[in-house]
């Protein structure tokens, strides 16, 4: 994952602070898998939150107790202050899932009709083709399409309606960066007419490029709320390779440096920030080639953060 | 409240309910597209019952009579209803079964779809198939089969075969319900084949084993297809209303059964 400052994040953007969506002490429970546990997670009106983690932590259960899909064992989900399988409440909001099989024998505009129908005020066909980049492929059927052009076609029923709110659940997972990038960009352009997103994600990444705010769970529990910088602050911070002549045991005594380990010709250097280290490395080692700083793997970070909570023995942020 | 309001309320409902009627109209036309682009689905729904009509009504048997009605006659019922039965079953089990399994259900249960729409569509549509099964046969028995009836009597006959459609779309909700994505067209078949030859869809019903014909009293399609066969003059002895009481019930019973999958769903673990 290469460190890119993909936005110029900042903290404390004044918005609307009207919550549009909250799971408040949320408890879900599938037999014995305690799937949510003490859940309180909030959504403001025009914000785009993450929810950060990895697979299994609770994501999609998450969502779907916001999309009314199923109710929770404790605890409260509100959606526009109301009950989320309320029908006005459906009407307002989108939601991009994870499928396993879309009836394929239909045709792409033929999908987005048939959704465009269920909503008051829907998005006409044109703009909605446009808006998830499908003009060209809208006579296809579904079943013709590649991996990434049906994501596209999903979130194309998800904006259909013009909702207000919009959940997407892993909405770039097999995507490749292109495509990806490319969801990104609509993503982006929903946000700055308005709506209100909520995507799920286990890119550290993703959440950083896109995300206001990022909450993090694993295991059934939010264990970190905060901007991306905040977040990433409490991660395990960069990843530094590169080739050089010097000792890991000179590499060891720059300050900042966590960690040093050989890999192949070259040396794998970690730190909390990557600037000073590389400024000291440059300046000991004049044949020092190959650099490359890379943000540390979502894994670590997750250690990071699950050691942190566990040390602190609180749960919440 | 006052006067104005009132209006003013009345007047979105109205429109809210043309909409509604606009949702049912799409989902079931995107519901028969959807299958008849189905090469599976039209494979076996609609030629099966057509090939066996074919070989059975008008190369082999085309000159004799079952009982004073003339074979191509009596199998236009007989097979009408085997075809009706796997047009019913098929359309509303197999796509249930899918939807339910594979995660396309929740995305429409989490837009704002009528969720009775999602059933209704899949019932007319089961009953559109049904229509072009009944219509198919019609037209090869009328040009080559020689089939003579009042025209009062081929609408009698369309009529009965497509309202019984309906029997067999209940049970293949209640089956959608209980299968999986990969198990349901086998578990379909698996009821289906059998309960056809036993009801005497296949082999005229007097020629079947007693045994078999005592069976078959319980089998929803010998009551349908006893119903076709009585406007064909080639019925048994029982009454007509207790044909219909015995598809009714059944119909009853199954329903009650996707019922309960239906709730179980609304709980269920998903993913």
């Known amino acids: 994952m290469t460190a890119t400052m993909e936005k110029g994040q900042n903290a404390g953007v004044v918005r609307p602070e009207s919550i549009v969506a909250s799971l408040e002490a949320v408890n879900k429970n599938y037999g014995h ?5 003490g859940v309180d997670f909030r959504v403001r009106s025009g914000e785009i939150v993450a929810l950060l983690g990895p697979n299994g932590a609770g994501k999609t259960t998450a969502v779907k107790l916001l999309l009314g899909l199923m109710p929770p064992n404790a605890g409260r989900v509100r959606v526009f202050g109301g009950d989320p399988t309320n029908p006005e409440n459906r009407m307002r909001t989108g939601a991009m899932l994870q499928v396993g099989r879309v009836p394929e ?3 792409v505009r033929e999908h987005i009709d048939l959704f465009s129908t269920y909503y008051p005020r829907p998005m006409s066909s044109t703009e909605i083709l446009a808006a998830a980049g499908l003009e060209k492929l809208s006579d296809r059927k579904f079943g013709e399409l590649s991996g990434g052009q049906k994501q596209r076609v999903l979130f194309a029923l998800a904006i259909c309606g013009d909702p207000d709110l919009l959940f997407l659940d892993e909405p770039t997972v097999g995507l490749d960066v292109e495509a990806r990038r490319l969801l990104w960009d609509q993503i982006r352009e929903l946000v700055s007419r308005g709506k209100t997103v909520l995507l799920t994600t286990h890119y550290l990444q993703e959440a950083d490029a896109l995300a206001d705010r990022v909450a993090v769970i694993n295991q059934g529990e939010i264990i970190a709320q905060g901007t991306p910088a905040e977040i990433k602050a409490q991660t395990s911070g960069k990843r530094i390779r590169c080739i050089t002549s010097l000792s890991i045991s000179n590499l060891r005594q720059i300050p900042g440096v966590t960690e040093v380990k050989e890999d192949r010709e070259a040396v794998e250097i970690h730190a909390r920030e990557a600037e000073p280290v590389v400024r000291e490395l440059l300046a000991r080692d004049a044949t020092l080639s190959g650099l490359e700083i890379t943000s540390a793997g979502l894994e670590e970070a997750f250690l990071a953060l699950t050691q942190d909570s566990a040390r602190n023995g609180n749960h919440s942020n | 409240m006052s006067t104005a309001t ?18 049912y109209l799409k989902e079931a036309k995107y519901e028969f597209l ?4 189905l090469r599976m689905y039209t494979a076996s729904v609609l030629s099966f019952p057509i090939m066996f009509y074919v070989l059975f009504g008008l190369v082999l048997n085309s000159k004799e009579a079952i009982g004073g009605t003339s074979v191509p ?49 899949k019932v007319i549509t089961s009953m559109v198939f049904s229509t072009i ?30 309202a019984g459609s309906l029997p067999f779309s209940t049970m293949g909700l209640a089956l959608g319900y209980f299968t999986g994505p990969n198990s349901a067209p086998p578990t379909i078949n698996l009821i289906y084949l059998p309960m056809s030859f036993c009801s005497g869809l296949w082999v005229p019903f007097m020629f079947l084993p007693k045994v078999v014909r005592q069976i078959a009293l319980v089998l929803p399609p010998y009551h349908l297809s006893q119903l076709a066969l ?30 309960i999958g239906f709730q179980r769903d609304q709980d269920k673990m998903y993913g």
């Open chain 1, 33 to 37: 898998v305690r799937a949510l546990r």
């Open chain 2, 133 to 162: 099964i009944v219509l198919a046969l019609f037209t090869l028995g009328i040009t080559l089969g020689g089939v003579r009836m009042p025209f009062a009597d081929f609408a009698h006959l369309l009529g009965t075969l497509v």
């Open chain 2, 34 to 37: 959807k299958n008849l682009r």
């Open chain 2, 73 to 121: 006659t009596y199998l236009i019922a007989t097979y009408g209803t085997f075809g009706v039965m796997g047009a019913s079953l098929f359309g509303t089990a197999a796509g249930l079964a899918s939807d339910r399994g594979l995660g396309w259900l929740q995305v429409k249960r989490a837009s704002p779809m009528p969720p009775f729409a999602y059933f209704a569509a």
């Open chain 2, 6 to 23: 009132i209006a003013l309320n009345n007047a979105r409902i109205e429109r809210s309910s043309r909409h509604t009627a606009t949702i």
């Open chain 1, 105 to 107: 024998t239909l045709r």
């Open chain 2, 230 to 259: 009585g406007v064909v003059g080639a019925g048994a002895h029982q009454s007509n209303a207790t044909h219909w009481e015995v598809l009714g019930a059944f119909a009853m019973i199954c329903l009650g059964v996707a019922r």
